[in-house]
């Protein structure tokens, strides 16, 4: 799982235009108006190799009654509770103020590590006097920096990922599932957790959207272990009015990205809707493993070919993802839970497979044998051989004569040779193409 880093600090001190120099790119809204970011915005960072996620926050104002500042203490608190490293941001120009201090014993009683960051010191040179008195708030060692001109962004990062855990730990965890659970409101999330741990942990209720964060569970079933994370329903757009709901779809985001396998809930009784659509793209774009599960198979009145056709039109619906496996159960009844244990231990292997290079080119050499590659003005694309890169998806990559001579159509049939071989299921795969002179 990659680390996640949190800014915090109160409004105003340059929170989102640190934020912005540090994801690369303009997300979070930079105005010189108090409070104008409202939600947490995150966005994956990497420094010397380290990868991490960065979470934005609207600025804390502990003691102010004003509703959308509680509103968005409520969220930095959130992403506090979440974060593994927190970036406390201060303002050098504006100095040392109450609400600094009250925001730093707010922090303090986390118990996470905190990296003290003056912003505003936008000259170039030894740290400015006025950064000092922030030692007052009993936080150690403190960066000078600037957002504005990438100064001393640097010494600060390095001090973040000294925080980060040791390899170790990502090694005691290798035979850890870890699962995310996502779908529209009201799918039957929860239940299905509660299902599994045979008890009520969960809330449940018939009101759209009563999970409003992730909540992990660990479960251990025939000496395979998981964790099961039950996410908020991502909503439309236009139905998510509170800042906290806005907040509860990126949680859901970042469940699909901490996962090995991603488990689309999808509620039997209205099949797959647009929001659906939505959710298994990401996690397709992500390469995560993809179980799909109908829940509520217990409701719809059954005929000779019930399931059969409700699959067809399921595999329509989602059909940039046709390796995803199809299971019809009921979190209420316990229908076929155990087979979704034992299909989310399967893809999650077959996410993580690996193919000799030999193997893989007699697959190619009967593949091109029987299609061949297409063809531009009397050039045709030859395929010198292709051996595989990655895992968690299984990526190939394919060394060519001219990229300029691929089409679209022909990387798909070889993708289908590919899962019909080595089965692969409930995993996307991706090509790469190289034109040979671009080996090195």
């Known amino acids: 799982m990659k680390p996640i880093v949190a800014i915090v600090g109160r409004p105003n001190v340059g929170k989102s235009m640190l934020f912005n120099k540090l994801a690369g790119s303009r997300i979070s809204i930079v105005e010189d108006t108090p409070g104008v970011t409202r939600d947490r915005i995150y966005a994956p960072c990497t420094w010397l190799n380290h990868q991490f996620m960065l979470i934005d926050t609207g600025g804390i ?16 608190e959130i992403a506090i509770d979440t974060a593994d490293v927190i970036l406390f941001v201060v303002d050098i120009k504006t100095g040392l103020t109450s609400a600094d201090q009250d925001v730093a014993a707010m922090l303090q009683k986390s118990g996470k590590p905190i990296v003290l960051v003056c912003n505003k010191a936008d000259n170039p040179g030894p740290v400015p006097m006025e950064a000092y008195e922030f030692y007052n708030l009993g936080l150690g060692d403190l960066f000078a920096v600037s957002a504005v001109n990438s100064l001393g962004l640097g010494d600060m990062l390095d001090a973040v990922i000294e925080y980060f855990p040791d390899e170790y730990d990502k090694e005691a965890e290798e035979d850890l599932v870890k699962v995310a659970i996502v779908g529209k409101p009201n799918a039957g999330k929860s239940s299905l957790i509660n299902k599994i741990l045979g008890e009520n942990r969960v809330i449940v209720s018939d009101i759209p959207g009563t999970t409003r964060d992730a909540v992990d569970v660990r479960v251990t079933v025939d000496g395979k272990k998981f964790i099961f994370t039950d996410t908020a329903g991502l909503r439309k757009k236009g139905k998510i009015n509170e ?4 907040y509860s779809a990126i949680r859901s985001l970042m469940a699909v990205d901490r996962s090995d396998v991603v488990v689309l809930l999808i509620d039997a ?7 659906d659509t939505k959710i298994a793209g990401y996690a397709h774009d992500q390469g995560k493993a993809i ?20 699959r067809l039109r399921v595999q329509e619906g989602l059909n940039f993802m046709l390796y995803a496996p199809i299971l019809f159960i009921s979190a209420k009844t316990g229908m076929r839970i155990p087979q979704l244990f034992e299909k989310n231990a399967y893809v999650y292997e077959q996410n993580k497979m690996r193919v000799a290079t030999g193997v893989l080119n007699d697959v190619l050499s009967q593949a091109v044998l029987r299609v061949q590659p297409p063809s531009d003005k009397g050039k045709r694309l030859k395929i010198y051989y292709m051996t595989q890169a990655a895992i968690q998806p299984p990526t190939f990559i394919l060394f060519v004569n001219d990229k300029e001579l691929y089409h679209f159509y022909y990387i798909r049939y070889l993708e289908s040779q590919v899962l019909q071989t080595f089965g692969l299921e409930g995993t996307p795969v991706r090509f790469i193409l190289l034109e040979k002179k671009e080996k090195k």
């Not at 104002?61 to 930095?76: G, N």
């Not at 800042?243 to 806005?246: A, F, G, K, T």
């Not at 009784?269 to 929001?275: I, L, S």
């Open 61 to 76: 104002e502990p003691k102010s009654d004003d509703t959308i500042l509680q509103q968005m203490k409520r969220q930095a």
């Open 243 to 246: 800042n906290i709901e806005r």
């Open 291 to 310: 179980v799909v599960a109908v829940n509520k198979w217990d409701l719809p009145e059954k005929e000779t070919n019930t399931m059969a056709q409700y």
């Open 269 to 275: 009784m209205e099949g797959v809707t647009e929001q």
